[in-house]
């Protein structure tokens, strides 16, 4: 498994833990991963740590299953997928894109924003997210 795509999947996990683990296992989750990702840890020792994290609840451990297959979270997939299928009218250019990726300034958290949703600000720094290019699976949208 490239050590990229785990730190990712990190990355990205921790806006989705709430859905998958419920708001109160969330936050000791989004912890721990805040923790590692900023850590100065080795890099081997972070990935290791990082790949018990996400193997510990079984919602979370197929989200990252999932991610780590495609590179991007599994509902981005699907509106991929629903945007491959879309022909649109002739001559009105192409649809806007599926999913962008967003990501905190200090490297530690990744948001895909799907259309106009709100985009909430990093949970470790409080810091506006930046976009940033795709990530490891470089999703066609």
Excluded: K
Aim: hydrophobic share 40%.
């Amino acid at each position: 498994m490239d050590d990229d795509a785990i730190l990712e999947a990190m990355r990205t996990l921790r806006g989705y833990l709430p859905g998958l683990v419920g708001d109160a296992e969330a936050g000791g989750i989004d912890r721990e991963l805040a923790d590692l990702l900023v850590s100065t840890a080795d890099v081997a020792e972070v990935i290791d740590l990082g790949l018990q994290v996400l193997q510990r609840d079984e919602a979370v451990a197929e989200w990252a299953a999932a991610f780590l297959a495609d590179g991007f979270p599994p509902d981005v997939r699907a509106l991929i997928e629903e945007r491959e299928r879309y022909s649109g009218l002739p001559g009105l250019g192409e649809p806007p894109p599926a999913a962008r990726r967003y990501a905190c300034p200090n490297g530690d958290f990744v948001r895909w924003r799907r259309g106009a949703e709100p985009l909430p600000p990093c949970p470790t720094h409080s810091l506006p997210l930046a976009e940033a290019p795709a990530g490891v699976g470089d999703p066609p949208c």
